[in-house]
């Protein structure tokens, strides 16, 4: 069956984001981008959720690092919508909890086309390392607006803020790869399609 493998660019005045998709190959992820823990937690969730995924992203972060964030949010999420439309039926649906030492985290997907984002998240720390982690919750927002999906991300308790946000990222993953597992025969609405 032919591979699912997209590839997508995006160019602005602020970032500059190319990005390979290949839900079929669970092939090392190799991501480049000049924010050490976003690279963490975007590794993390791609080896996690069991596709490949190759990013390499430069921009402003001498600005704030809000843009590149944000933007990379936009480019997963075109990706994903991208391989409903050329490649069809998916599962649609995932769900994922993952505990990380004093955290726990959730995330549940529905690919639906309808872009809603639920994201309940009180980190203890701002920050995990020079990162702010407010800007987690932008890219949830760009990734399901842009890519249709509705999402629930939630970090439901946790002491230490590095491992609540890298607990999400994985479940992130681990329901995004659920929700795009091929499925044989019609799509999974009793509309009959998605992203119509
Ligand atoms: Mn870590």
Known sequence: METRRITQERNTKETRIRLILDLDSPKEPQIDTPVPFFNHILNSM?????????????GDIDVDPHHLVEDTGL??????????????????????????????????????????????ADFPQEYAGSFPLCLLKEFFTALST??????????????????????????LGKALGQAFIRKQGNPASTKGSLHE
């Open 46 to 58: 791609a080896f996690h959720g069991g596709f490949f995924l190759q990013i390499n992203a430069s």
């Open 75 to 120: 480019v997963l999420g075109d990706a994903l919508r991208e391989a409903v439309m050329s490649y069809g039926s998916i599962q649609r649906f995932g769900h994922s909890v993952i505990p990380m030492d004093d955290a726990l985290s959730e995330v549940t997907v529905d690919a639906s086309g309808r872009p809603f984002l639920v994201f309940n």
């Open 146 to 171: 842009r890519g249709g999906l509705t999402v629930h991300g939630s970090c439901r308790y946790g002491d230490n803020s590095h491992h609540m946000a890298e607990a999400l990222f994985k479940a």
